[in-house]
């Protein structure tokens, strides 16, 4: 390992590995498990989007289509296998999957990848409408709506005790294959290739003047990013035993695209950030409520429009100011816009479900009775909550003017200290 | 007799209907330093931006130690060892002064689109691009990412990634563009370090530059050379000195 | 004959309407270099629109007012939320419309619910304008031609008679020049945003009714614009008109041709082995598929579209 990593990295990395080996330990429910399944294929998923995005530049609207590929095939590997097979060969059904996604990328990356920027974005879009409309084509390949599915307990023995039965079993399988693929693509991103992508992302007129041909840097690393997109698809058709045609669409491209976003596609770790908030978001928050998808899209906004680095670059400020020693003098003010943002938040809150009560006719018939919303028996019939809700919303709102302007004062100036003193 | 490092012959560039290059028939020797001077909006950046293959050429001859290069795109060209800069700093924003230079030495040294060597282990690429960086003096801003450099920071360290790759045949477009006299001087003296042995073609501006470096001077007039020759010869030249006193000299901020 | 007749006629009836949407988009692109990843979600605002103003007043007042609301929305968004991501670059921009499309879509669920509304073509333009070779061709879609021409006319007035016009045309293709001419860059935008998505938002309306009104209506137009704009070529108004017309006609004549891919193939003596699943496909089932293939050919074969002047 240490060829890749200087002795910090190592002590991370290795943190990480015990920390996930040792979580089933403490969350043993299988809601929990489950969960932390979905959270490794996504950091597998997301960041193999990252390579894209956030290395080379390329924004994808059709990345779905390397892991559909990938769970596809290994779907399909796994059921020719069927009672011959044994699992060891289970265990390493993934590669298979990532040579499916690696195959995908070198058949349509050779013609997305013909361009970029607005392009690409585009094209990527068009490709991915057109395999997943392949996809209800031939039912006999992708099993049309209800999808194929299969058995990933294969034959009578065991690998060292692993059948892959049980959840848990199922668990190790991913963390060790998400932990080799992360550092694969951590590797990667030291190589002269990705070097190369990053400067073919930052100004490809240069790159092609320093000998590059700004289409092969691109083409490689879509095919690259394929591969492991494509692990990421044999990891999801072993633990859902089922794959459908929802996921190679443009829905499953767009999550992946919201989690890496959200997680920052500036640094390395930040789709893996992206990839267990979303994935906790989406059960916690989605048990919770029917809107969350509509929370789930204002917080992207918010994000596009206040951190447009994601959640990793807001850490990587706190960070550079906490070297600096100006992390303190900003603390209070953290503290204080919390308040504005709490209050907007439940206003914004309180909105949104009541409308989802009254609309979408949840709990007691739509409007005319009592509903409860959160917890409270409403009568939204009434003026009186809806008063009460605009109230909490509108003072949130100029709460956010008042303190948030002053934290954004403190904010510039502790900036402005910390460029100073590089400078 | 070995062919001349860049032939170009009866070339031409139209934009639309609008001719830019006239036919310009030049011959750069190799290891000479030359540099094309010109009023503005004779065509001097369009000239690099064809031998470059940053626009294709309507008509002509172009070749590079003796080989046919029209139709070749920039890498292809940068590949047999043509290197050049642009007037508009044209460098790797987000990556440190470092990582521009290593990645402009990457294809020279053979490691093509490697994704099986480790950057760092890569001892002849960090010696070559720490060398460079001793060269051009931005030593001391190593790690800074290459976007907050100062502007004159920035212009040496295009030069910086010009020459990384040991081309033979360098191309610089207004080395010194924007410079304070001190600057330029720097620059100078950069450029006549880093180019020993080379060929340097360069269009420039600054006159105090172009007849202190240069070894033969050619005049570029509405799209076509009035004159080549050794810098005193093209003082003097009437024809020059008609074209410039027609349009007023020029000082070093100059855009075309 | 009649067959050629009728999808020519629902062709062009659809690929016009196509034209409403990938002429905004383009007039966007070209002005704010910005993909309106959301332009669809617009299209759908104005199906939805319509229909709720419908329920109250009726259609007609909607054919106005469901439009206008759309690109008073569309400026909106443009200036409260597109001008600030505007300061992070392309990619901010065209992620603030993604994630914008994603909520219209849920805000739509939220308030209309998840399956389709009941937005009808009016009484009054309910039945048939005429019968060609026994089949009926109905009034609404000569009405959408009508409405599409007339929008379509009233836009090249507006772009090639009027100053605000010529400075939008000068700005597809010199937009730094535009700026430094000292023009309110900033307030034409606004415009430019809302006139387009008012546009798309309009296409909404006539179209709603004629096809479907439900959530996922924005999803299924949006990339089909996408689609044409590439082919056309990108910031093209010309090539956008071309190739918005040639995918209508392909969608609606591959929707009738029930031959199968095998027959095809015998057309121009190729011999496909049979039993395979490809040779057993019709025409109309790879109905789906072949703008995208469209598309793919178009790159393949000319980079940068139709009429595309621009390679990026």
Not at chain 2, 42 to 47: E, F, H, I, Q, V
Not at chain 3, 17 to 23: D, E, T, Y
Request: aromatic share 10%; hydrophobic share 50%; glycine share 12%.
């Amino acid at each position: 390992m240490s060829f890749v990593f200087s002795r910090g990295r190592l002590l991370l990395w290795g943190a990480c590995l015990a920390l996930a080996v040792a979580l089933p330990l403490v969350l043993k429910s299988g809601f929990m498990l489950s969960l932390l399944c979905q959270i490794g294929i996504m950091v597998v998923f997301a960041l193999s989007y990252n390579m894209l995005l956030g290395q080379t530049g390329l924004l994808s609207f059709g990345h779905a289509v390397y892991y559909g590929m990938g769970a596809f095939i290994t779907m399909h590997t796994l059921n020719m296998i069927g009672k011959d097979g044994s699992p060891l060969v289970v265990a390493l059904l993934p590669l298979v999957g990532g040579l499916a996604g690696l195959l995908a990328g070198v058949v349509l990356g050779w013609v997305t990848t013909k361009k970029a920027g607005t392009t690409f974005a585009m094209i990527s879009l068009g490709i991915g409408e057109l395999v997943a409309a392949c996809a209800l084509m031939f039912p006999g390949f992708f099993g049309g709506e209800g999808g194929i599915s299969g058995n990933r307990v294969v034959g009578k023995g065991s690998l060292l005790g692993f059948t892959w039965g049980p959840q848990v079993e199922m668990y190790g399988l991913i963390v060790a294959w998400a932990f080799v693929a992360t550092i694969a693509m951590f590797a990667l991103t030291q190589t002269p290739l990705g070097r190369m992508a990053n400067a073919v992302r930052d100004n490809p007129e240069r790159a092609e003047f320093v000998g590059y041909d700004t289409q092969r840097v691109r083409y490689l690393m879509l095919i690259l990013s394929g591969f492991f997109a494509g692990i990421a698809g044999g990891l999801t058709a072993l633990n859902y035993e089922i794959v459908t045609a929802e996921t190679l669409n443009a829905h499953t491209s767009g999550v992946v695209l919201l989690m890496t976003f959200v997680g920052g596609i500036g640094f390395f770790y930040g789709p893996i950030i992206g990839a267990i908030l979303v994935s906790v978001m989406q059960i916690v928050i989605g048990g919770m409520t029917h809107a969350w998808l509509l929370y789930f899209g204002l917080f992207f906004l918010f994000m596009v429009l206040m951190a447009p680095g994601g959640i990793a670059s807001v850490i990587a400020m706190q960070r550079n100011l906490w070297q600096a020693g100006l992390f303190g003098r900003m603390v209070p003010h953290y503290l204080a816009a919390t308040v504005p943002i709490l209050v907007l938040m439940a206003g914004l809150v309180g909105l949104i479900e009541m409308s989802y009560a009254l609309l979408a006719g949840e709990g007691v018939g739509a409007g005319d009775t009592a509903t409860r919303v959160m917890g409270m028996q409403l009568q939204l019939a009434s003026m009186e909550p809806w008063a009460i809700a605009l109230a909490t919303t509108a003072a949130g709102v100029l709460l956010t003017r008042w303190i948030g302007g002053r934290t954004g004062v403190a904010w510039n100036s502790a900036l402005s200290t910390l460029h100073g003193d590089k400078s | 007799m070995t062919a001349p490092a860049i032939r170009m012959q009866g070339l031409k560039k139209n934009f639309g209907v609008s001719e830019i290059i006239r036919g310009v028939d030049l011959d750069i020797h190799r290891g000479e330093r030359h540099a094309i001077i010109g009023p503005n909006g004779a065509g001097k950046s369009t000239l690099f931006h064809l031998i470059s293959a940053r626009l294709p050429v309507t008509s002509g001859i172009i070749e590079l130690k003796g080989e046919n290069v029209i139709g070749l795109k920039p890498f292809e060209i940068n590949r047999k060892g043509l290197s050049r800069s642009f007037q508009i700093t044209n460098i790797f924003h987000n990556l440190s002064v470092f990582e521009n230079l290593r990645c402009a030495v990457l294809w020279s040294l053979g490691y093509r689109y490697s994704f099986w060597h480790r950057l760092a282990g890569l001892k002849d690429a960090r010696l070559r691009a720490d060398a460079v960086m001793e060269d051009i003096g931005l030593t001391s801003r190593r790690d800074t990412p290459a976007g907050i450099l100062s502007y004159a920071e920035q212009r040496a360290l295009e030069i910086g990634i010009t020459i990384a790759s040991g081309a033979d045949v360098i191309l610089l477009d207004e080395p010194t563009a924007g410079m304070s006299r001190s600057e330029t001087d720097d620059a100078v003296a950069l450029i006549r370090r880093v180019t020993e042995g080379k060929t340097l073609v360069m269009v420039e501006h600054d006159m105090g530059v172009v007849f202190g470096l240069a070894d033969r001077v050619s005049v570029l007039v509405y799209g076509q050379i009035i004159a080549t020759d050794a810098p005193a010869a093209i003082r003097c030249n009437a024809a020059v000195q008609e074209a410039y006193l027609g349009t007023g000299t020029h000082a070093g901020h100059g855009h075309e | 004959m009649e067959f050629v007749v009728i999808s020519l006629l629902n062709g062009i009836t659809y690929g016009l309407l196509l034209f409403m949407l990938s002429s905004g988009l383009t007039l966007i692109f070209s002005m704010m270099g910005i993909l309106n990843f959301a332009h669809a979600s617009f299209y759908m605002l104005g199906a939805y629109f319509a229909y709720q103003i419908s329920t109250w007043v009726g259609f007609w007042p909607g054919l106005l007012v469901a439009p206008l609301m759309v690109g008073v929305v569309g400026a909106l968004i443009e200036r409260y939320g597109l001008r600030r991501a505007h300061r992070f670059g392309h990619v901010a921009e065209l992620l603030f419309t993604f994630g914008l499309a994603f909520l219209v879509e849920e805000i739509v669920h939220l308030i209309w619910g998840n399956v389709a509304v009941d937005y009808r073509i009016p009484a009054e333009l309910d039945g048939t304008l005429f019968t060609l070779f026994d089949t009926d061709f109905p009034i609404y879609k000569g009405f959408m031609m009508l409405i599409s021409v007339g929008m379509l006319v009233a836009l090249y007035a507006l772009l090639t008679r009027t100053r605000i016009g010529l400075i939008i045309q000068a700005a597809l293709t010199k937009p730094d020049m535009v700026e430094a001419l000292g023009h309110n860059v900033p307030r034409i935008f606004m415009l430019v945003f809302g006139g387009g998505t008012a546009l798309a938002g309009l296409a909404g309306v006539i179209g709603g009714n004629a096809f479907i009104t439900e959530p996922g209506m924005a999803a299924a137009v949006g990339s089909i614009v996408f689609v044409v704009v590439v082919v056309g070529g990108l910031g093209s108004l010309g090539g956008a008109f071309v190739a918005s017309l040639l995918i209508g006609c392909i969608q609606t004549f591959s929707v009738g041709l029930t031959i199968s891919v095998t027959d095809v193939f015998a057309l121009i003596g190729i011999v496909l082995p049979e039993g395979s699943q490809v040779a057993r496909l019709t025409i109309t089932q790879l109905a789906p598929v072949l703008p995208y293939m469209l598309m793919v050919a178009i790159l393949i074969f000319r980079p940068r579209g139709l009429m595309g002047a621009r390679e990026s």
